[in-house]
């Protein structure tokens, strides 16, 4: 099989594809015409199946114990379950990344329209640096990552997007499935975009040890922790103009919340896949939204309210249904649509389209 591997993986930089004398001929390849073929060694097994949330594509016994099948999943990044009789699997000899509270295999499958957007070569890049922030809301060390622009200068000053991952995934989430420093670094070397810092925090807070996730606490952690950490060890403006927060799916209601509940710290925010409310909500008025109701104090607020969403997205409902409650409020709020789901091949689009809007004179 071709010997590819993707650049950014959570779990491994340095590919292994096995060693054929002990492991076999294993692996992947993408095929010409965006199919999926798989060889995965399971001796004895009696079943094996790819499982894309509910959607399977079951391998056919070959020789030697292995297991192979070609099949048209989709394009874009595309996490999956494999399953051998029953049990989840993490195969080594597949790409790596992290969703859904655990280690999963995916493949990105090229989407046409979408090309050279993160491609390396022919642009200068970033850097991204991993922080431990000591927290007074959680009681813990948080992890955050931050970029950096490829021609950062510490003389300088920069504008900061507080950007946020969704439910079962963590800080590494837009670097490496989102690839938002590849994006930005090409958006900058084309000159679409404003030189900024972006920082990526774990949304998936908890406040001690084998406690339930709180899903609501971080909010409070980037108001009374990340930000002053960061404004105290980076060069970066401290105004509202210049400081920004976006997220998908949970990291959107997240940015609701917190540029909502905190117009006096935002001038600018983006909800992915995008909860403006809670999607749990039973419709009661929620206490960050009380700033929607006076259009005046919303157009003095914010210079972009972005929000986005995948047209076969799961949650299309929700977003409609914010639709209407926005629809007789007279507010300036910038809607996208994009094809595709609740998934990462959205999310690169809206970080695409988000980025360019902000830290505008």
Known sequence: MEKRWPLDVTVSFDPYFGEPNRDGDQGWEILPDGKVRFRIIAKDAKEVVIDRFGTLFPLSPARDGYWEGTFDMG????????????????????????????????????????????????????????????????????????WTPPAYDPAKKYPVLYLQHGYGENETGWVYQGHVGRIADRLLAEGKMKEMIIVMGN??????????????????????????????RYPVLTDKWNRAMAGLSMGSYHTSITTLSHPELFGYAGLFSGFLRAPWGNGAEEPHLKIIGDAAAFGEAYRVFYRAMGTEDQYFDSFAKDDEYLADKNLDITRETFPGGHDWTVWRRCIRSFLPRIFRD
Do not use: Q
């Open 75 to 146: 394009t874009g990044f595309l996490y999956f379950f494999l399953k051998i009789d029953g049990a989840d699997v993490l195969c080594p000899y597949l790409p790596i990344g992290y969703g859904c509270c655990r280690p999963m295999n995916f493949v990105d499958v090229p989407v046409d329209d979408m090309a050279g957007w993160d491609d390396l070569d022919g642009v200068a890049h970033g850097a991204v640096t991993r922080h431990y922030v000591p927290s007074t809301v959680s009681g813990k060390h948080e992890i955050i990552l931050v």
């Open 203 to 232: 949304g998936m807070a908890v406040s001690a040890p084998n406690k339930p996730r709180e899903l609501m606490l971080f909010p409070n952690i980037l108001v009374n922790d990340i930000i002053p950490y960061i404004e105290a």
